[in-house]
């Protein structure tokens, strides 16, 4: 079985990266290899460093509430780098309202506050199958 | 069905070496991964590598390694070469996971379409690179950089395999980690080519720079093909440089420049290119470069031949017959020695 990549990345001006390093720590140890590519990243940038490491999730962490904006920018960035096939899903703190107006966006999942690690693993370890099914 | 691969993969090397960059991904990819087809694709990129510099960076976790290698990449674009970097962080021994953090010290080179940056995981290899990084700096040399630059894991004393990857090795040190006596123990400081202080700014940069200069005074290795003589597995003979009635050693020993720097204000980072540029003209003047080019590709010969040898014999071994030595060993009623010859005598 090959490793899982996973880009974690935090858009915007929020500083708050804990939640990021608890995710990423949680994948490392389920056996995944996880890019962190630190704070304030700005879209372009999150898809660059997803297309260069050729990861096969994007996860954005945001607890700014400037979800809206910068998941859309991020989506936008990934399609226009060719990465439209990457999956993309969004943690941090997100009102439920907001969560289908992010599936349009592209966005496969969203994980707010309370929910296990194991969650997230098991939902990145899905996607990752699903893709090696279709390669 | 292969027949299709096959054609994809002859487009992703096509792709590769026209410099785009989502194919260069993949075949890292491909080549991290060991898939089916990647010894040809690394077949068909092979005549086309050798044209890069590449650059290794080693030292201490710490030390700055990442953030040097963020300076010294913004230094040969500023002078109008591509970049191309890897990275190597560790991999769990327990989960098989690792956190790739290298990245978080080089987004200066973001939207830069000169530079291409990509993370490797050691995946259980333990002499500071990954199994792959080798192929992983073939594809990038392929592609058309200027410059590799690799960054090994954070090195103890004894990770040295950068040395036989790279064509310059720079070992980084810091302020403060050690004395005059760590200084001429054996390893990974034998390995540089040249030495770097980074954080100069900090105390004791200059007792540091002073230790690193006496012990090389002491006495350096300076003909690398000593590295690899010591490998007793070589059957290549080993020559030293100065033994055909060549010129005095004195004047044809490289002897490694210790160079301060301040990699986050970008401090000393011109003179550390011009000591890169300086060994490299030294090894194709001295006439060492094509030598050790040869002893470093036996070497790599050997090493694949081993993993060929081992995987060949591995895969014929019933798991219940290893099950059984296993047993009489752990019994204590055979030695792991004796208990090897008898798993490689066929049943």
Known sequence: MRAARILIAKPGLDGHDRGAKVIARALRDAGMEVIYTG??????MIAEAALQEDVDVVGLSILSGAHMTLVPLVREAMVAADLADVP??????????DIDALREHGVVAVFGPGTSTDEIRDFINGLVASRDARD | MTEARDTRQAELVAAVLAGQRRAIARMLTLV??????????????FPHTGKAAIIGVTGAPGTGKSTLVNALARHYRQAGRTVGIIAVDPTSPFSGGAILGDRIRMSDHSGDPGVFIRSMATRGSLGGLAHATRDAVRVLDAAGF??????TVGAGQSEVDIA????????????????D?????????????????NKADRPGATQTQRALKAMLELGHPGDRLAFFAHDSQLPLSVQSPHANGGANPEDTMWQPPVIATV???GKGIAELAEAIAAHRQYLEHSGSAARWQQHIIAQELIERMRDVLVAREIAQIEPDRLRAI??????????????VHVLLEQP
């Open chain 2, 146 to 151: 200027d410059i590799v630059l690799v960054e």
């Open chain 2, 32 to 45: 991290e991964n060991g898939r089916p087809g990647k010894d040809a694709a690394l077949a068909a990129l």
């Open chain 1, 88 to 97: 993309l899903i969004v943690g941090g703190i997100i009102p439920d309202e």
């Open chain 2, 326 to 339: 296993v047993a009489e060993v752990q019994a204590r009623r055979l030695d792991p020695n004796a208990a």
């Open chain 1, 39 to 44: 704070l304030r990243q700005s879209p372009q």
């Open chain 2, 263 to 265: 990699s986050v204000e």
């Open chain 2, 181 to 197: 006596v760590q200084a001429i123990k054996a390893g990974i400081l034998e390995i540089a080519d040249v030495l770097v202080v």
């Open chain 2, 164 to 179: 036989r990857t790279a064509t310059t090795t720079l070992v980084v040190e810091a302020p403060g980690l050690g004395d």
